[in-house]
């Protein structure tokens, strides 16, 4: 679902690299808690994904779509693929919950019959149904990040990431909102966050990968709790997963 294979990358004027030879596989259906200190390299394996940085070295491949073949004018169909949650939200100031959420739905081609059934069934998932003729600013910082998340899901993407989605909110917000990721997960989403919480992670108990300098240096597959001083991993590659009778290859799809 999501793999990286010796990725490194190094921005101009910085001594070391912001990623090391990062090499990490995530299978369809995870939650992954992604941790580490500030600079430790989480936003820019998130932008690798996202494609808003492209690594110098190693192969990316995210839903079975080599990053190495989606060309500069293919990346926003890309990006619709994915759901992506930013803490700051993000929200159209000028537009209600319900037209947020429809307004991604209208970019991703969606009929206007098809957004008036996903739009009200999406609101409630997130539990806000009742507060589709709000404007974000009429909102707590909860629940706009609620009406964010409402609009990553309802084109019910494969993969949702989400970088600190939490940052700014309070304890039984943060506890409603990773509950929220959670029951997504549930219905198959794989989810990848972000985030400085330790209360959180230790709590979940999800997969937990932690990145240092650049590098993973510690990657707990199950039960996961917060650690950020580990020593390095040695680089390994990723094994190819193989079917009987030949290789599964990554696929070099063009995304319209």
Known sequence: MILLDGVT???????KPALDGVSLHIEPNEFVFLVGKS?????????MI??????????????????D???????????????????????????TVYENVAFALEIAGMSG?????????????????????KFPDQLSGGQQQRVSIARSVAR??????????TANLDKLTTEEIIGLLKRINDFGTTILVTTHNENIVNTLQKRVVTLKDGKIV?????H?????????????????VQTPGHALRPHRRVIQ
């Open 9 to 15: 990358k190094k921005y101009p004027g910085d001594e």
């Open 113 to 133: 019959k098809d957004i008036r059934k996903t739009v009200p069934k999406v609101l409630e998932l997130v539990d806000l149904l009742d507060q589709a003729k």
């Open 69 to 95: 073949y989606v060309k500069k004018r293919h990346i926003p169909g890309y990006r619709r693929r994915l759901g992506v949650v930013f803490q700051d939200f993000k929200l159209l100031p000028r537009r």
């Open 50 to 67: 996202t494609k808003e940085e492209n690594p110098d070295a190693g192969k990316i491949i995210i839903g079975g779509i080599d990053l």
């Open 218 to 222: 510690n990657d707990q597959k199950n």
């Open 39 to 47: 600079g430790a390299g989480k936003s820019t394996l998130m932008k």
């Open 224 to 240: 996961g709790i917060y650690k950020l001083d580990e020593t390095p991993v040695p680089k390994t590659p990723v094994r190819t």
């Open 156 to 165: 019910q993407p494969k993969i949702l990431i989400a970088d600190e989605p």
